[in-house]
């Protein structure tokens, strides 16, 4: 694994520096938070761990390790199917939806609170306490959202660095 840790150690930073914009003041949206960011990285990891895995075991005994799991005989033909649906379309789909709701969620909610609060002081003299309660929950969700982006880097590129130890395993 550790000839993989540069990759691993960009692409964390990368993902976390990106993730950050969605708080930092006069950016405060992150291009994770647009389907095509995320959905680059994933496709970026995904041809990765199919090439190393392709380059590690030979084309033919890499996609028989990655579909054919160990199992009795009779079940093969409805494993077969779910698994190449989980390992080949599934997991670059989930990598990269995963990054982008995350983001693009957190995005909408700090947008809900902040405007919510602009829209209640400018509506009635009498809200103007509770639009100063939705701004204390836009600091407090901005919180929220740091712990989030961290989370969301974490677990981009420990899914990656888990489909690539997959790809190099002899067995399932």
Same mark, same amino acid.
């Given at each position: 694994?550790? =000839?993989?840790?540069?990759?691993?150690?960009?692409?964390?930073? #990368?993902?976390?520096?990106?993730?950050?914009?969605?708080?930092?003041? #006069?950016?405060?949206?992150? +291009?994770?938070?647009?389907?095509?960011?995320? @959905? #680059?990285? @994933?496709?970026?990891?995904y041809v990765m761990f199919n090439f190393i895995g392709? =380059?590690?075991?030979?084309?033919?005994k890499y996609f028989k390790n990655s579909l054919i799991?160990?199992? +009795?005989?009779?079940?093969?033909?409805?494993?077969?199917?779910?698994?190449? #649906?989980?390992?080949?379309?599934?997991?670059?789909?989930?990598? @990269? *939806? =995963?990054?982008?709701?995350?983001?693009?969620?957190?995005?909408?909610?700090?947008?809900?609170?902040?405007?919510?609060?602009?829209?209640?002081?400018?509506?009635? *003299?009498?809200?103007?306490? *509770?639009? %100063?309660?939705?701004? %204390?929950?836009?600091?407090?969700?901005?919180?929220?959202?740091?712990?989030?982006?961290?989370?969301?880097?974490? %677990?981009?590129? *420990?899914?990656?660095?888990?489909?690539?130890?997959?790809?190099?395993?002899?067995?399932?």
């Amino acid at each position: 694994g550790v =000839r993989f840790a540069p990759y691993f150690t960009t692409l964390f930073c #990368f993902i976390l520096l990106t993730n950050a914009f969605a708080i930092i003041p #006069f950016f405060q949206i992150s +291009p994770n938070s647009h389907i095509a960011f995320p @959905a #680059f990285l @994933a496709v970026i990891s995904y041809v990765m761990f199919n090439f190393i895995g392709i =380059r590690h075991h030979g084309f033919v005994k890499y996609f028989k390790n990655s579909l054919i799991p160990p199992a +009795p005989w009779y079940i093969l033909p409805l494993l077969i199917p779910i698994e190449f #649906f989980s390992t080949f379309l599934v997991r670059p789909f989930s990598l @990269a *939806v =995963r990054l982008f709701a995350n983001m693009f969620a957190g995005h909408m909610l700090l947008l809900v609170f902040t405007l919510g609060g602009f829209a209640m002081i400018s509506a009635n *003299v009498w809200l103007a306490p *509770v639009s %100063v309660l939705s701004w %204390v929950m836009t600091i407090a969700l901005t919180f929220l959202e740091f712990l989030v982006i961290c989370l969301q880097a974490y %677990v981009f590129t *420990v899914l990656t660095a888990s489909y690539v130890q997959g790809a190099l395993a002899d067995e399932h």
